[in-house]
């Protein structure tokens, strides 16, 4: 990970300093499988030296912006960087303080209390991802507060006070921008810095693709770069809903065209057929038409 930061020209005293923070703070041998190995690499300088300045002075991050920005491609790169164990802790369900710091159960006719993710993050000096914290019910809002306050102890009523590790630092992921999308209330915000993901630039795409794809040709890694930002333009402009820009459908579109499917079925599958709406799906076959011809062949695009 850290030669990817000098090969991406990260700061070199950044990473001078993440190196310290690896010596410094130990990971027990037996949360050594909670270190992420990323699949992606996050791609974006700038974004790269604001979020490792955070996490260096102790702060909590926030990451918001619109989906297939790579908020949780960041926050598992941030932790392989600094080498620490991650939690991943979403809100999507009815999540609530229970579920998060621990329960009572019974084991051997005892009452033992079962950890939860954010008691075992705040202990053991995790990395904590709170994945779309802005859909958090009031239920373990609470519980964030405490989390997240400055006094780095976790003190709820009904609960024993959890002290957090030095090394523990909290993650949280916003998507905004669409509709469905919640606010975040004030005091949690104020936990954090924030940072507004940008959609990844062209030449960053580009590179994406050469990375996922090493047997694509250039020609293709311009055109399917190009379709993803044509129908995010079509996106920002309001034409079309934000469903079809979808990044991860398009990179699991070119896997199924290295299979050996037609190119447009694929992105079908991938980018077109996220949309419900047919009016919307026309025009983004439209959108892909003028890029990607309907009976293209696995060889064109790929070099074997
Ligand atoms: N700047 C970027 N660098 C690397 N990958 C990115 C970037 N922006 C988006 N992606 C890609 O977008 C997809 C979705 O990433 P993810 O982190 O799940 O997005 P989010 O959490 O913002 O919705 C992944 O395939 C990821 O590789
Ligand atoms: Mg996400």
Redesign the pocket.
Known sequence: MLDFLREEEINENLIDEIEQFRKYYNVKPDLRYRIPNPK?????KD?WEEAITVLLCGENLL?V???????????ENLAAAFQRPIWNISFHVNTDSSSLIGTDTFKNGEVVLRHGPIYECAIYGGFGVLDEINMAKNESIALLHATLDFRRIIDIPGYEKIPLDDATRFIA?M?YGYAGTRELNEALASRFMVIQ?P??SFA?LKK?LRREFPNMKEEYIEQFAGLFKDIQKKSESSEISTKPLD??GL?SSIHLMDKGLDAFKALQMGITNKSFDSFEQQLVEDVIRLRIPEKLKRGEIFTD
């Open positions: 992606y690499n996050y791609y974006g974004i990451l912006g619109p989906k297939a920005t790579g908020k949780n491609v960041l926050a992921t998507n993901m959609s990844i960053n994406l990044l991860r990179i």
